[in-house]
Every structure is written in C-alpha cells, then in structure tokens.
C-alpha cells in the first residue's frame, strides 16, 4: 500500500499505518463512503461490485467495515452480492474491541420495497438486527414481513428513502 496524496508525504506504508489512517477522528460525526470503480467509471461486472476490486481494495474496505459503527447498503447491493452482515473473524474481532467498538456492526439497508424480501441474507443471515431504513410509500405487509424476520424498520420519507431524515 502507498500513500500517494498530499504528493509531498507519498511512500509506501504498512497495516498498522493505513489502520491509524482510517481510525476516525471524531466519532460522533463521521461518515465514510468506500467502493470501487473502474477508470472508466464501471462500478460493477455482470452486476457485481466484487470482479473489480484488487487485494488493496479489499483490504481498505475490510479495515472501513471493521472500524464502522454502522454498515450502509443498497438493497440491490446487498441481494445480487448475497450480502449476509458482518460475521467478525479473529482480526476483526480484535479491531473492533481495540477502538472500544461492539464486536459486530449492524447493517442498515435502504430500500424501497421492490428488491429487498423479507427472506434477503442480510436480514435474515445478520447476527445482529438489521436496520431497513424505507419509506411510507412501501406497503405496510412488506414492511411488517421486515420486521417479523428481525429487522428494525425505520419510515425516512414518503415515495424515496430521505437520508436527512
């Protein structure tokens, strides 16, 4: 691993480094986005996100996902990625009680009601509840199916999910 920016303090650096470079400096208000993208700007192939990441990428959202308080996805995300929460190994384990974290994030999910059964891994396979942050415009029986298979369901705006809310 490099780090290449600012260009002045580029060289390479090692995991306990690149750890202390993404410990988050105020944990009250911090929020990290992390995916990968191809130069041409593909965030996927054959609909997943996984065929483009390198072992760099995977280990730099590994260390975001062991360092998370929460972990926010996409329903289509977490269904074609067969996304099932976090199941901590020793490392991450060890991480997480090391930066005073709960030994397992949970998940939130957003979702619109269309691609997210109450069935879904991420719900279903998670070992702590899973949030589904949706919206009114979502049908009460699928949103009582969410909650009758574990999950907390919070209503965050009428026809999309509204993020402020």
């Given at each position: 691993m490099h780090l290449i920016w600012p260009a002045e303090h580029a060289r390479p650096i090692d995991d306990d480094e690149l750890e202390r470079l993404y410990t988050y400096?105020?944990?009250e208000r911090w929020l990290a986005v992390n995916f990968v993208a191809s130069a041409d700007g593909a965030v996927e192939v054959g609909g997943l996100a996984g065929p483009l990441s390198?072992?760099?990428d995977r280990k730099v959202l590994r260390l975001g996902s062991d360092l998370a308080d929460v972990l926010l996805i996409g329903a289509t995300t977490a269904m074609a990625e067969?996304?099932?929460g976090v199941?901590?190994?020793r490392q991450t384990l060890?991480?997480?009680r090391r930066h005073g974290l709960a030994d397992v994030p949970p998940t939130a999910v957003v979702s619109t009601g269309r691609t997210l059964p109450a069935d879904a891994p991420v719900i279903s396979r998670a070992r702590v509840p899973t949030t589904v942050l949706t919206c009114a415009s979502v049908p009460e029986p699928?949103?009582?199916a969410w909650q009758e298979a574990g999950a907390d369901?919070?209503?965050?705006?009428?026809d999309t999910v509204d993020p402020a809310a």
């Open positions: 400096p105020d944990r390198t072992p760099p067969g996304f099932r199941h901590p190994d060890d991480r997480r699928t949103r009582r369901v919070v209503v965050a705006g009428e």
